[in-house]
């Protein structure tokens, strides 16, 4: 390992060294480039990876005196993979150049690949306002190469973090949108009723005992897809919208119960039903109290 990083450093001296010195026609920077190239390649096998970033971070400047941006955009992005393990401000800072650059050249679909691993970095910090802002972006330019799954995922990611943030009609129309899509699509079609779940858990969240919005958007999802009213899904909504009607904690709660002993319900699910149960009881006890 410290004879790689040895070797890293004297590659580093030698790309410096070149710069520093005169050369023909931009060939310091050709020469250059090439020893930071092998420098960041040495400080990588002794998973140096501070140094292999700082390397291919050089290794963009040359490229960009060279006027090549598709290999800067390249080296930037190899050095956001680098501090990716040790620094993920800086890793987000080298995404975020290499994105600009593949902006100016046309190449829309690798700028939105690194949209979407910046949204991902600032997922893995809890960051959700950020992750959802670079989510957006990353779903617009696929959507604007037709790359229409992988933009309905990063939808899906912002829909899951809008609702978190308690942005319950973001969510909705996003969910609802996704599940008009997916109905003329053989390979989509089984998880709209999934979509449409998530749109109604989102829509008791928003509704916060707003019955007559609950039972409108089930209309609204029948008349979408009309099998879904056969579905376990719509059973369980209907359910809950009547627990919160008759402002029946117990029956909530079976509702629910009943659901998951069948399909496991996820974290993010079940979090917003929590959030739906502790309005209904405190609700309850408002009535308790008048009483």
Known sequence: MADQVARGEEFEKKAEKKLSGWGLF??????????????????????????????????????????????????????????????TKESISCLEQSVNLFLEIGRLNMAARYYKEIAELYEGEQNFEQSIVYYERAADLFQSEEVTTTANQCRQKIAQFAAQLEQYQKAIEIYEDIARQSLNNNLLKYGVKGHLLNAGICQLCKGKGDVVAISNALERYQDLDPTFSGTREYKLLAAL?????????????????????????????TTLLLRVKEALKAKELEEDDLT
């Open 241 to 269: 919208a009547d627990a919160i009607d008759q402002e029946d904690v117990a029956k909530f709660t079976d509702a629910v119960k009943e659901f998951d002993s069948m399909t496991h319900l996820d974290a993010w699910k």
């Open 26 to 87: 931009g060939s310091k920077y050709e020469d250059a480039a090439e020893f930071f190239d092998k420098g960041a390649n040495s400080y990588k096998l002794a998973k140096s990876w501070d140094q292999a970033g700082s390397a291919y971070v050089k290794l963009a400047s040359c490229h960009l005196k060279l006027d090549s941006k598709h290999e800067a955009a390249g080296a930037y992005a190899d050095a956001a993979h680098c501090y990716k393990k040790t620094n």
